[in-house]
């Protein structure tokens, strides 16, 4: 299968998958906070996922410009930390771990790259940093959103 056809599966895997809670668990940081911290944690979830879906299919018609904004929206979605109290900031950082803090630094860093990959017109970056970023969902889901997604579970 090509880089396209393999990029494409596995996102449709990630951005086809069921969103009802079978169990919480331990690792799972949305089951673990008060319900108005999660609200926007799902509301930024909801913005990276329609951006998603809007760079893929700008991806396969090569709309470079479209890839771009898209990409800088998911690096500068930082909903949590616009809108959060110092109260909620404080209940967050009680449930996330160091891992999790790292992987959405990194899964937004990835979305720069992408951005400015997009920028400078380079399709063979943009289509490896997004196949990178889907990749850094499905481990972040995997880790830690095993109420929303337990058949993502190691």
Avoid: W, Y
Wanted: charged share 20%.
């Amino acid at each position: 299968m090509n880089k396209i056809g393999t990029l494409v599966l596995a996102t449709l895997l990630v951005l086809s998958a069921p969103t009802l809670a079978e169990k919480p668990s331990a690792s799972a940081v949305g089951s673990n906070l008060p319900e108005n911290v999660r609200g926007l944690l799902k509301q930024e979830m909801v913005a990276v996922l329609g951006a998603s879906k809007n760079i893929l299919e700008a991806l396969v018609q090569g709309q470079d410009d479209i890839v771009a904004s898209n990409a800088k929206a998911i690096h500068d979605s930082f909903i949590l930390k616009q809108a959060m109290t110092d109260a909620d900031r404080q209940a967050l950082m009680s449930v996330v771990s160091d891992a999790f803090v790292e992987k959405d630094r990194g899964f937004h860093g990835l979305a720069g790259s992408l951005s400015q990959a997009a920028k400078d017109g380079d399709r063979e970056q943009q289509f490896m940093l997004f196949q990178q970023m889907t990749e850094a969902c499905m481990e972040c889901h995997a880790a830690h959103a095993t109420d929303r997604f337990p058949q993502m579970q190691k």
